[in-house]
């Protein structure tokens, strides 16, 4: 069987309209011919502040190895930022998803994240004084992008990602690396 070992980091996020704590949920999503032989398939960093260049580095560790049977189904990331305010309250302010790269070696990566907009003047004044934003019910439209084009959304900063890939055996599948 033809291996996959993601090996990198959760770097930082940058240039988010909240200026409260931030922190990341991540899922690695991959499809029925891979299995997961070691690591965690999802996880959470710790919170932090923004600096003063909306810089949040989280440094968070990702390794996460596969076998996989056949490349349909290549492995994504699925990126999920909230903010922790001063009261304890957390809500979702970006989504963003990409794709793990499949050429072997060093990879920085920076994954535009967005949100779904306030559609009425009602939650645009609820937003406004309570806080919170819009979230989603199926997060398979993050990474599927199915009937995602039925949604409003707002670009909302974005996370930097450093992946090294090592692959193995995967030219049995026609692909070779030279």
Sequence with gaps: MAELHILGQLHSSSHFSENSSLFCRYSFQAGSNWTVVSGFSEGQ????????SQIVIWSHPLDIHFVTKGIQGWPKIVLQVSCLDSLGRSWIIGYGCCNVPIVPGCHFIQV??????????????????IGGSHQLLHSDIIDLGT?????RTLSNGSIKLVLDIIVRRFSQFGLEYK
């Design 45 to 52: 960093t710790l919170s932090g502040k923004p600096e003063h």
């Design 112 to 129: 535009p994240c967005w949100l779904p907009a306030p559609t009425t003047l009602i939650d645009k004044v609820k937003q406004y004084f």
């Design 147 to 151: 009937d995602r084009f039925k949604l």
